[in-house]
């Protein structure tokens, strides 16, 4: 039986306008919306008067003129950046011009990533981080502070940060309430998508999720475990299609996906691939050759 996964919708939203998602928190979301990024990207500020801006967004003429005047008047003094989709860093090179603020982030876009746009917003190559941020690393200002999150998976420059004032993790990318995350390799990864699930399951204090797309997670270990048992019915189901015989993974995804609109089929089969890398590597599954999409797969 597929695991039950407590998703989140959220109305339809006001593109520019300023929206207070909790106390000290404020969100303006780009009119960029698609499959890929529901509603469109969430840029959040956080504080009053000296703030930080979660994930500037795409480089949109439109959405950097909102998240600038929602801070007018106000010091932005640090810009947050989960990783480097053109859909959550582009705009921190005019915002922190217009403000003077750094851009903190994990680093550039990862060179092994080989998105083509068909699944995933394409990657922002001229994002280099002010200063560079690992696990554990504190960023802070007058009344608000981070925690640096490494989870990698959705990407290897991803990073999550958690708001310690308010028990929050600003998720990105990494876990979202309205859909699963895609996990495209080869540079994302199943194998650390499941550990940095775990990294958040295992912090009981968190009391919500912001993620850069959709609604708020108010119930956060609920979805992080419902994710990770998900991911764990894939590789069930992997093993399920291979019991007959040899089989591609778009012969997989017609069995898996069978329920889900054909048009997400394509990035179905690159997180599929991502599962299937990683059981080739442990010897549950074998391949004719190497793991690739258009690889033949048996039971290891």
């Known amino acids: ?16 306008a300023v ?19 529901y509603r469109g990207t969430g840029t959040y500020i956080v504080g009053q008067g000296q703030v930080a801006i979660v994930d500037p967004g795409p480089d949109d003429a439109d959405h950097i003129k909102a998240v600038l005047t929602a801070v007018d008047g106000e010091q932005v003094e640090a810009l947050l950046i989960t990783h480097t989709h053109r859909d959550h860093s582009p705009a921190s090179q005019a915002v922190g011009e217009a403000t003077g603020a750094p851009a903190y982030g994990f680093g550039p876009h ?4 080989d998105d083509d746009g068909k699944s995933e917003e394409r990657g922002d190559l001229e ?18 502070s981070f925690e640096c999150l490494y989870t ?17 993790v600003f998720t990105g990318d990494h876990i979202m309430g309205w859909s699963t995350t895609i996990i495209p390799p080869p ?3 199943m194998t650390d998508y499941l550990a940095s699930l775990r990294l958040l399951a295992d912090c009981p204090d968190d009391q919500v999720y912001w993620p850069t797309h959709g609604p708020p997670v108010t119930e956060p270990h609920a979805l992080v475990e419902a994710l ?7 590789e069930r189901q992997i093993m399920e299609c291979l019991r007959p015989g040899p089989q591609t993974i778009p012969e997989m995804v017609k069995v898996m996906y069978a329920d889900v609109s054909s048009e997400l089929h394509e990035p179905a089969a690159r997180s599929v691939l991502a599962h299937l890398i990683a059981m080739v590597a442990d010897g549950r599954v074998g391949t004719d050759a190497e ?3 258009e690889a033949v797969y048996y039971r290891g």
């Open 228 to 234: 990770y048992a998900h991911r764990l019915d894939r």
């Open 291 to 293: 793991a690739t999409g």
């Open 1 to 16: 039986m597929a695991v039950s996964i407590p998703f989140a919708t959220e109305p339809d939203v006001e593109y520019g």
């Open 110 to 113: 990862p060179a092994a990533d």
């Open 127 to 144: 994002f280099a981080p002010s200063a560079s941020v690992i696990h554990g690393d504190v960023v802070e200002g007058p009344g608000w």
């Open 187 to 189: 540079d994302g990864n």
């Open 152 to 168: 990698p998976g959705h990407i290897s420059n991803h990073i999550a940060y958690r708001w310690r004032e308010a028990a929050g």
């Open 19 to 37: 929206v207070e998602m909790a106390p000290g928190l404020r969100r303006v979301v780009a009119n960029n919306p698609s499959k890929f990024t």
